[in-house]
């Protein structure tokens, strides 16, 4: 018999899975269930009080006003459901909702120790109650419709600040120019905390008003973006990190399968990660939304949920500006700290604020006890000046490299088209203040809070504003060129 006549043998088939390749893959650890986003009715109401409570906790325990003043400064804010991913959500039908609530009498303050409740009491919902506190050094955390946290908050050592860093001499002999310009600004910024141009150990201008002081701590909101950005590059200057180009080692995207794999630090920093959330409507229907503050409005860990938010749209490809990708960042952090034995917070302190003198700053913790990585830090004015410092002198403080070289150029470019936005903070590339150089960058929060940075002048520059109460940008920006310009 040949091999022409041999009969053929057919395989044995073997048996595989029917469902999935069940072949082993390295550091497998399964992928993180998908954020839900209640947007029906009572889960937004209850935001929306949620927020006014850490409105009040912050401006009473953080900054320290008098309850009527906080009050007094006190906007009622609407939340409505995250919007799709080219459009932002319309919230005038829900600010008219809630101003008739407001008029109508059906909100409640209730103030006990360092916390604060706001009830909305409304007879087609029944009482709906949201929650903050404020323990000492841990800024104001949103509870929800909780009642209490879910960690201890014990002290959190911090290095007391070097005296003698600041010659404010110079500040009360100002030019007429400047003190002109600066008064034309202030006349049209009813809740500006304060202004205030520096160098390096020096403060040339400095000018406080409504409720601002040198030792006052105001709200940063978005601008804690930059500081995140910058402890991210503290990691990479330590060795902790490799690079912004690596896939970001977010604790619950370790599993290489997981589509969230393909996000960088990069896409993080700048805001293209992709991310986005599954969103339920009151009438049952769901869309795809992309979040801005519900990290501020609910009582959950934020670190857990930024990192289950699916990936939306290819990371790289879109610049959607929302609070996930730095609380992810925030995340990182974390576990860097962690897994080094180190603790947390007081490390995430010592690498940075600490380090710069930065001796008021706190970050505003989630109900977990997560610093919040994007946003609602408070310090003064200086301590923002030495942030703001630090990128003016190339990322080195008193002699000593605390980022990376080139860092500064990396995190002050917006290296993607069609966007101002560069590796958490804002460029000049538009020309939105057009009498500044146009390599100026800042930090911005929500109601234009900002640290400007002059690399070739070697100043700063730092607003503090009220939330809510906006400023004539044009009367900043001729405030801005006439210090450059003195200075």
Known sequence: MNDATMPRVRPVPVAVEPL??????????????????????????????????????????????????????LRWRPVAAPGALEVRTDLSPAQAELDAAVAAGQLSVSYEGRMVAVTWNDPSFGA??????????????????????RFEPTPIPRKPAVPGYWD????????????????????????MYGMLVAAPGRVLFERYGNGGAIDRLTPSWSMTKSVTATLIGRLLQLGWLRSVNDSAPAPMWADPRDA??????????????????TVLHGDGSASLGFENSAVYQD???????????????????????????PNVLGSIIRNEIEHRGLPYPATVYELLADRIGMSSYQHSADIAGNLIGSGSGFATLRDYAKLGLLYAQDGVWEGERLLPEGWVDYASTATHGGTTYTASFRCNADGLFPDLPADTFWAVGASDQRIFVFRRHGLVAVITNETDHAIDLGRLNTFLATALAAF
């Open 128 to 149: 709906i109650t949201g929650r903050a506190v404020a323990p000492p050094g841990y800024g104001g955390i949103v509870l929800g419709a909780a009642s209490a946290l």
């Open 20 to 73: 999935f390749d069940t072949a082993p893959v390295l550091g497998a650890r399964g992928l993180p269930a998908p954020l839900l986003y209640d947007a029906r009715p009572a889960a937004l109401r209850l935001r929306q009080v949620s927020f006014a409570a850490k409105r009040l906790v912050d401006m009473i325990h953080v900054s320290g006003l008098p309850v009527a003043e906080a009050e007094r400064r």
């Open 260 to 277: 969230h794999s393909a996000i960088t630090l990069d896409h993080l920093l700048r805001m293209r990660a992709g991310l986005g959330m």
């Open 299 to 325: 009582g959950v860990d934020a670190f857990d949920a930024a990192q289950r938010n699916i990936v939306a749209t290819r990371p790289g490809a879109v610049f959607r500006y929302i609070n996930a990708g």
């Open 168 to 191: 404010d001499s110079a500040a009360a002999s100002a030019p007429a120019a400047v003190r002109h310009a600066a008064e034309t600004f202030h006349a049209a910024a009813p809740g």
